[in-house]
């Protein structure tokens, strides 16, 4: 077992390794750039280490300070969290070659996945469904007869791409090449190519993701799945399961197929099938080949300790009893994202916490890295807080995410609690009427 | 006196100026850590601290990086930070001398350690002429991002 | 000196001035997130200290009883406060006449009022002469322990 | 189903049932004496009322003050959380004169298992196994008779009793004169009776309780079973279970004697069958009727809300789906009631938390009613917050409750955090070898 594990990550992601390594009785390392040093997971992890400035380039995604402050504490392996350097399967080989464990899947597995053009077609190899689409797009011209033998409308894609960047609805061959352009520079902007191909367009699709893990011996499980389909522009806002929409039949075909796709790719350590679920039918979007955000969902529902599991497999360790079959549920969790955010505009609201009251009781987990006079630099990502809620079925997580998000209390910068207020009590979501589209018109 | 640094008000405005004193001055606490803080000058005179309703638990921190910059003011000596997390050596190598030694006069420019970073052996060098007043971390130690290296007293 | 972006008060007014001033300080001390401020200028001297009325989150409670003594002192008002939870009636019986009226005489021993509580009519006494100023409570409202009833100017 | 519930007690308990209250869309009223304003209970419940100075025979224990605002509140039913006036018959009967619903047992019940000697007797009955124990005592004389025939060491035990007081050990014919006059005159001044029994001592006995519900209907289950074997001063410092020492079958049988005896009784609502554990035998203690604090266990290994199954069942609804039958439990749950109390002298420590941060993450749970800047009065129990762990075994909720105690920071006042972080440390308790006099071995 490693002895020490860094963690290549901040916020909460960051404590929640800390907290998984302290039960292990492995030592952490927390890495901070110079604003982020009263930051929990510093405050909590056995040894801290400044390695740069605020600009993430200079720290948090800067391989070299963090394989450096790898060596001086002497970690044997790095945890990326998500973001950050968790997808660079250029990093994951830089750790193999300075003999530290990357905690995730091979890098040649990153690099594939991280295509969504070979990941698609891999997936494909394996019998996934996935939607009518293109290869990877040589023009404008070509784009648009790819795309009448497709069928408008269309959905441009960045090859390398994720988080909505690179992303146009065509809904005809006229409108196409100013898209295909603007696609294009996005992509290359954002990704650093600008590579695309084209997918049919679902109108109104929901968003169902499985949580897999796998050792490195061919075992493969799906642990649970999980509905995301409040987003705000690609950005997942609530997450929950199991998804109440699939019956048990769907739920076991959805499985096993990820799991023969898995075993067909010789997937390792955990990882998340994304899938448009619309009339019944699944189509593949994408592998996330990392640890997520809403892992929590599957944590409360199955009882097991993901990151737990990702290091024991990283470290060698076959998938033992409660992880070696598909667990059995229990009940239904859901996941709110609490963000600094301005409730009108969306923008980002940095600054210093003056109030904190966290919500507690049973089957109410929050997963925070700030605390009551804690400052929110403005140079990362939103997320405060995650508050996760399990009950015996739907309608009473719902009416206890009610509760905890009213004793939620964030005072001195803006949050999105009164917008999560809002879902809770919507109509549409309470009974489960969703697709991805549901808060462009809740906002409405 | 220049209070319009620190100040958004009116600087003609006693006040204001004194204000914007205040404010830049509990600035400095926070950032510099410090649990109180006495300041004079000749229409300003004010006393800080930082009591329990502060900062929430644990109000902390060892060993935190006293500044960014590469070089840090403090009175007339200044600090030679890390640029980087690494390992400090205070030789090209094992056998060689010492780069410089407490009491060296040294020139902008000069070399005063290496920090090594993923084997990568960088050099250090003076940003100012001074003497070495102090060297703060034993050779072969390992330093964080910002870090102190040394003390320079400045001519 | 221009106080008007500290003070909403006459500016002229030296006292407003300086309550501007206070004022400013006091935001400075809660935005800072001190425990404790002194300041002294030509014409202000303060102290201002966090003390442990700060009760963490949502600073408190707006109903809450001004007093467990049934006549509670505030300048040369006192108040009569309920001495249990109930039922709060100004007249023994729904036809009567208020045992008390805003203006009247009352003396020490009294009946004020009738607070119900499980079918118990309590009769509430005066504790003091003096002449009622203000009855807080409506007929037939509850009250809580604690809660004035009645403000009694005092002779 | 109730309108609206008044809830007679303070601290964590009142705001746990805050909680359930709110997710049952039942409007809740929190009473509270003066000192208490500012508890999280008063400020989470949707209406409160100050009912009385501190002392609690004024506001807490005052019958009248409680009922009264009740009427005031227009609340249907009050539920008396634990301590205060949880037990007392009396209470009961007067909410049912007037028209409100008691949540608890029915008074009479109440009442019979109040007198631990008319509770032996009952048990016994039932088949219940008890200790060789004698009726209720004549004089020193009959006592040391008694004695005799059940062989010394014996305990003289209070009638009325609870919470070790009037409880003596008595080894020899010669000191039970001065024990039993002891025994009498501590009885007398705490429960207003002197009337004391006789049972068979037990050196090193485990404490083993049983969870159990029951409905209006005559169904009636064991919800789960705890082990409370960690205590000072007949006062539990640290609950866990399923507890580890029961097998499957002794587990089964102890259940359903249990069952058995509720059925006998009559029992409604949830209450606590109390047992002493010695060399695979059980043998009966008390039944507690009321919720437990430590009913957080159960309710982490069952998933199952015991306080809203409480109000349901006291509002004539049948034991449904998941209470019906004994639940399978998941892991294993540890509650360490964390306390304002001086570590060495265990003097209570009232006063203001200057500073606060509460654990959290997965499988973390925080039941508490304080803050930072709170200040604890003097005047109650001690009880700060409980913090309750679950994890899938008795190991892994060890390393968890590890951490969380790390995370765990009180300061301005003394609290019990550092004796808790020995036990979880200590060698006897992390293999199991428990008994009630742990506590005593491990301060030595």
Known sequence: ?444 | MSPKKVSKSNPSDPFAARLGKVEALCELLHRQRLGELEYEDADLKIRLWLGSSSAGFGATAATEPAASAQTAASGSNLYVTSPFVGTFYRAPNPEAKPFVEVGDRVTKGQVLCIVEAMKLMNEIESELDGTIAQILIENGKSVEYGEPLFKIRQE
């Open chain 1, 1 to 444: 077992m490693f002895k020490k594990i860094l963690i290549a990550n901040r916020g909460e992601i960051a404590l929640r390794i800390v907290r998984a390594c302290r039960e292990m009785s492995i030592r952490s390392v927390a890495v901070h750039s110079v604003v982020d040093a009263d930051s929990l997971h510093v405050k909590f992890a056995d040894e801290a280490i400044c390695i740069g400035p605020a600009p993430a380039q200079e720290s948090y995604l800067s391989t070299a300070a963090i394989i450096s402050a790898a060596e001086v504490s002497g970690a044997d392996a790095i945890h990326p969290g998500y973001g950050f350097l968790a997808e660079n399967a250029a990093f994951a080989e830089t750790c193999a070659n300075c003999n530290i464990a990357f905690i995730g899947p091979p890098p040649a597995l990153m690099r594939l996945l991280g295509d969504k053009i070979s990941a698609r077609l891999r997936m494909a190899e394996s019998r996934v469904p996935i939607l009518p689409g293109s290869g990877r797009l040589e023009s404008a011209t070509d784009a648009i007869a790819r795309a009448e033998r497709i069928g408008f409308p269309v959905m441009l894609k960045a090859a390398a791409g994720g988080g909505g960047r690179g992303m146009k609805i065509v809904n005809d061959a006229e409108s196409l090449p100013a898209s295909y352009e603007l696609a294009r520079a996005e992509a290359l902007a954002g990704f650093g190519s600008g590579d695309l191909y084209a997918e049919k367009y679902l109108p109104s699709p929901r968003h169902i993701e499985v949580q897999m893990v796998a050792d490195a011996y061919g075992q493969v499980v799906a642990l649970s799945d999980r509905e995301c389909s409040i987003q705000r522009r690609h950005q997942k806002i609530l997450e929950e399961g199991p998804a109440a929409v699939l019956t048990d039949e769907a739920r076991a075909t959805l499985f096993s197929l990820c799991e023969r796709a898995c075993r067909d790719l010789g997937y390792q350590n955990v990882g998340t099938f994304e899938f448009l679920f619309d009339r019944g039918n699944f189509y593949f979007m994408e592998v996330n080949p990392r640890i997520q955000v809403e892992h929590t969902v599957t944590e409360m529902v199955t009882g097991l300790d993901l990151i737990r599991e990702q290091i024991l497999v990283a470290a060698g360790v076959p998938l033992s009893s409660p992880f070696a079959r598909r667990p059995r549920p229990r009940g239904h969790a859901i996941e709110a994202r609490i963000v600094a955010e301005d409730p009108e505009t969306f923008a980002p609201s940095p600054g210093r916490i003056s109030a904190l009251h966290l919500p507690g009781g049973f089957g109410v987990r929050v997963d925070t890295h700030v605390y009551e006079g804690y400052a929110v630099p403005p140079d990362y990502d939103s997320l405060l807080a995650k508050l996760v809620v399990h009950a015996e079925d739907r309608p009473h997580a719902i009416a206890r995410l009610r509760g905890a998000l009213e004793e939620f209390v964030v005072e001195g910068i803006a949050t999105n609690l009164a917008l999560h207020r809002r879902i809770v009590r919507d109509a549409d979501f309470c009974s489960g009427q969703l697709d991805t589209h549901f808060l462009e018109r809740f906002a409405a």
